[in-house]
């Protein structure tokens, strides 16, 4: 962020209804990503326009190696671009110091991955707890692990967790501190197909009661019927687009 512009805080929760009438709350444009390895250079992403609109559930599907990873990182701060711009509402990342972008993804964004990076060492409250203490005003993590259906192990630690209830656990962690946008990272791709579609069923659960901006990227054409907008990613670009007339509930995903 530039110095004429206010650090970025926490923010107030509009309509979740998204359309292109209104201001996008992501906003990229010609982004590439170029990584240099030895004397070769990767293009991971190659001019990418792309935008998100607040409270909406979005796909991003493509194999791998199509840029999928690289483009959510740079939207949650967590890399930068080679080239382009990244505007989070009136705020510009691409031009952001480290300070700014810790605060950004500190304050804004949950993520969640394909693994579930919880301290063995701590129970499920307690792995929660990690973000609570540190976020201006979380939900309590009780009340995060209950959304995610996890009222009852919450003094369980993740050994005694199955993998898609250790997934639950830091989905409840991602949003905790109550997230503007939650970013998901191939978040079933180490869990069999049912239990993926209880990991599914508790993401659309938050987008939808929560109004999270929800982005998921994967590989699994299934999960796209989920998505109000689905963003088809190949070889570093944009290669799709299309928006669903209606969403599918996880539980009726076949793959």
Not at 7 to 33: M, N, S, V, Y
Not at 171 to 191: F, N, Q, S, Y
Request: hydrophobic residues 40%.
């Amino acid at each position: 962020m530039t110095r004429a512009e206010p650090e970025i805080g926490p923010g107030t929760k509009g309509a979740t209804d998204a359309g292109e009438a209104r201001a996008p709350e992501f906003q990229a444009r010609g982004i590439t990503r170029v990584y240099r390895i030895g004397e070769v250079e990767v293009h991971a992403l190659r001019g990418v326009d792309l935008d998100l609109f607040e409270g909406e559930f979005i796909v991003l599907l493509g194999p791998s190696g199509s840029g999928k990873s690289t483009l959510l990182n740079i939207l949650g701060g967590l890399d930068g671009p080679t080239s382009g711009t990244v505007r989070f509402r009136n705020h510009n990342l691409t031009s952001g110091d480290e300070a700014a972008l810790t605060l950004y993804r500190r304050e804004h964004v949950g993520f969640v991955f394909q693994f579930y990076n919880l301290i063995p060492s701590l129970t499920a409250r307690e792995n929660v707890a990690l973000v609570t203490e540190i976020a201006a005003s979380p939900m309590s993590p009780e009340d995060a692990l209950a959304l995610v259906g996890l009222s009852g192990r919450m003094d369980h630690f993740p050994s005694q967790l199955s993998g898609g209830e250790q997934q639950r656990v830091a989905i409840a962690r991602a949003v905790a501190k109550r997230p503007d946008v939650l970013l998901c990272d191939e978040p079933t791709g180490a869990l069999d197909v049912k239990t993926g579609i209880l990991v599914l069923d508790v993401i659309d659960r938050v987008n939808r009661e929560l109004g999270t901006t929800t982005a998921v990227i994967t590989h699994n054409a299934a999960i796209s019927a989920m998505a109000d907008r689905v963003i088809t990613l190949s070889d570093g670009r944009v290669s799709g687009m299309h928006r669903n007339e209606r969403k599918a509930s996880a539980n009726t995903l076949t793959w």
